[in-house]
């Protein structure tokens, strides 16, 4: 079936360092891939989503390629800000009913000023 | 503003004793779900719902139910909660299903004792 891993955390970083958090992925076919942000307190938002191998989502200064080869969607910033501390969800989604939508397990991020 | 809206937020409730989640989209959208999020398992899907009078199984429907009477609307029964049943609970919406992303409601976080 298919799989999400993720980059275990917590990453703690300093303000205006570079973010990298990892994401591979198990399945079959050509999933859709995503990645949602959970605030402290509140629900999920989706962050950006790329449908196609090499498409590059992007939001916010976050960017993240789908790599088909490597079966990556790592998610990137190139300056991180206090306001990003939050937990990140790396998401497919084989088709579009329930069944084939996986959620990572989350990274939690943490920016210290 | 367009969102999913869940009520209540905070419930504590005893074992056995019937109660109502309820979900409201204002986005016209077709497809919504349940999620339940626990530490260390993750978001897990509840029941999803297509459309109208249209729902099915996620990965955990043992001891929910839901109905999909009207568009905008889902509400989330437990007939009999159980102290396993505490969680934080997700309702979530989407246009045509999770391919075009989620819009995710502020969550309920639920106690039964």
């Known amino acids: 079936g298919n799989s999400v891993t993720q980059m275990e955390g917590p990453v703690t970083l300093s303000e205006e360092a570079f973010l990298t958090i990892n994401c591979t992925y198990t399945?079959?076919?050509?999933?859709?891939l995503f990645w949602y942000v959970q605030y402290p307190g509140e629900g999920l938002q989706l962050l950006l989503k790329a449908t196609k191998a090499d498409d590059k989502g992007s939001n916010k200064g976050f960017e993240a390629t789908y790599r088909k080869e490597t079966t990556s969607f790592h998610l990137e910033k190139g300056s991180v800000q206090v306001s990003d501390s939050a937990v990140y969800f790396c998401a497919l989604s084989g088709d579009n009913y329930g069944q084939n939508f996986v959620f990572g397990p989350g990274t939690r991020l943490s920016v210290l000023p | 503003e367009a969102q999913v809206t869940q009520n209540p937020r905070y419930l504590i409730t005893v074992t056995g004793k019937k109660l109502t989640v309820t979900c409201s989209q204002n986005m016209n959208h077709e497809y919504m779900s349940w999620y339940r999020q626990d530490p260390g398992l993750g978001l897990r899907q509840i029941y999803y719902?297509?459309?109208?009078?249209?729902?099915d199984k996620g990965d955990v429907p043992e001891g929910y139910k839901v109905s999909r009477k009207e568009k905008r609307n889902f509400p989330l029964i437990l007939e009999s909660p159980s102290p396993n049943q505490t969680s934080l609970y997700f309702c979530?919406?989407?246009?045509?299903?999770?391919?075009?992303?989620?819009?995710f409601g502020s969550g309920t976080r639920l106690t039964v004792v």
């Open positions: 979530a919406s989407s246009l045509t299903g999770p391919v075009s992303g989620y819009t």
């Open positions: 399945a079959t076919g050509y999933p859709s």
């Open positions: 719902s297509m459309n109208v009078e249209v729902t």
